[in-house]
């Protein structure tokens, strides 16, 4: 008998028309201008939401506010 062993569709982190929107799970985290040591443009309380657009090093690049805005936050700030 076969196994199946057809190979598995590589999973795309920042598909388009994929982004989700998550909650904010730290107390309060800062959203960066761009991952690890970019300006800090914004910060963002517990259960503020965001939408997430991209991954890239344990960070995720973060729609938020209103009027929106875009940024980086790092992905266990909110729960990744």
Do not use: C
Request: charged share 35%.
């Amino acid at each position: 008998a076969q196994k199946d062993e057809s190979p598995k569709e590589p999973k795309k982190e920042d598909a388009p028309g994929d982004a989700k929107t998550v909650e904010v799970s730290w107390r309060s985290t800062q959203v960066r201008e761009s991952p690890k040591t970019g300006n800090v443009i914004a910060r963002l309380s517990k259960g503020a939401k965001v939408t997430v657009l991209e991954q890239k090093d344990g960070w995720y690049r973060v729609e938020f506010g209103d009027p929106k805005q875009k940024g980086w936050v790092f992905r266990e700030a909110i729960g990744q």
